[in-house]
């Protein structure tokens, strides 16, 4: 590296850190990992310590960089979701949460959307026995009482930002996923976030668009019992979840149909062999999250340390 570019970074990276709209930021994302917390442990939920590498991780459903770590002759991963190890924990506790740091490094042209960073929290939850309508329930119960906080004690930062921070009414809308691509084509999810003034639903996701562990519905071959929360005003996917596949013969189908390998998750499936329980949950983006309650248009205004996709960072 020149010594220009190492000066450049350093001036850039200051000047950032200078900035009166990170400083506000900063202090109401703060206020969010606290208040979901609490809400959360007010609930009966045991907050667990995150993962950061492992031999199992999110396989995603879309392109990657998978950089692996050789330690001691296994082959680790850098976490790109807790998806199972939240899962595998629901067995010995019944309600779990994390505040997730997960490393997903996207392609270059991710750098365009304003909501992308390489490297995120994610607050992960699971629920043992829990079910689609558990969570998206108790995810709209926390919106709702998240916002509401902090309209109350961020009302100078939201001013600073000219947000009017609309608390949303439950029940959120639900949009079946193959009637909103029916309607508005292959793009319907910016379309809609760009058209609506509430934060809503997508429900019922076929089965090819996710992964293996998300449950498939019995009664509806092919579809999901999963979701995915939206934010309006062209602010994009907010949160992602659903019901997983416990049983060992449906997470071994579920692998063949991603024509993926049993040796890929040779771990997970060791656990499957000794029992798991149906759950449900979801991870939400804090950095996001944090985003639209100060209504900005890139997501690196909330991150002191922004990791954006195909850029030198610090």
């Not at 995150?50 to 082959?75: E, F, M, Q």
């Not at 750098?111 to 689609?132: C, K, M, P, V, Y």
């Not at 019992?225 to 939206?230: A, E, S």
């Not at 991603?258 to 449900?280: C, V």
Request: aromatic share 12%; glycine share 6%; proline share 6%.
């Amino acid at each position: 590296m020149e010594a220009k570019e190492i000066s450049d970074l350093v001036y850039e990276v200051n000047s950032h850190l200078e900035k009166p709209e990170l400083q506000r930021a900063l202090k109401i994302e703060s206020s969010v990992r606290s208040y979901l917390s609490d809400y959360l442990k007010g609930r009966g939920f045991i907050e667990v310590p995150p993962v950061i590498i492992s031999v199992l991780t999110d396989p995603l459903n879309h392109p990657v960089y998978d950089p692996t770590i050789d330690y001691y002759g296994y082959k680790y991963s850098i976490t790109k979701s807790m998806i199972f190890h939240k899962h595998i924990l629901t067995k010995h506790f019944g309600k779990i949460f994390t505040f997730s740091p997960n490393i997903r490094l996207e392609e270059e042209d991710k750098a365009e959307t304003g909501r992308h960073l390489s490297e995120f929290t994610q607050l992960d939850l699971e629920i043992r026995d829990a079910t689609r309508e558990d969570v998206m329930s108790l995810g709209e119960e926390m919106i709702v009482e998240l916002f509401s906080k902090i309209k109350k004690t961020h009302s100078d930062d939201l001013k600073f930002f000219g947000r009017d921070l609309r608390i949303p009414k439950k029940p959120f809308e639900r949009i079946r996923y193959k009637d909103a691509e029916k309607e508005y084509g292959g793009d319907f999810e910016s379309i809609l976030s760009k058209e609506k003034k509430e934060p809503f639903w997508i429900i019922d996701i076929p089965l090819e668009k996710r992964e293996f562990y998300d449950r498939e519905d019995p009664q509806r071959p092919g579809i999901l019992v999963d979701m995915d929360l939206v934010y309006p005003e062209g602010f994009g996917e907010a949160l992602s979840g659903g019901e997983r596949e416990y049983k060992l013969d449906r997470i071994i189908e579920r692998i063949h149909k991603k024509r993926q390998t049993e040796e890929q998750f040779k771990w997970y499936i060791e656990f499957a062999k000794d029992g798991l329980y149906p759950s449900a949950g979801f991870g939400i983006g804090i950095e996001r999250l944090t985003r639209y309650i100060c209504g900005l248009s890139r997501i690196e205004d909330v991150h002191p340390f922004p990791k954006v996709p195909g850029k030198l960072s610090l």
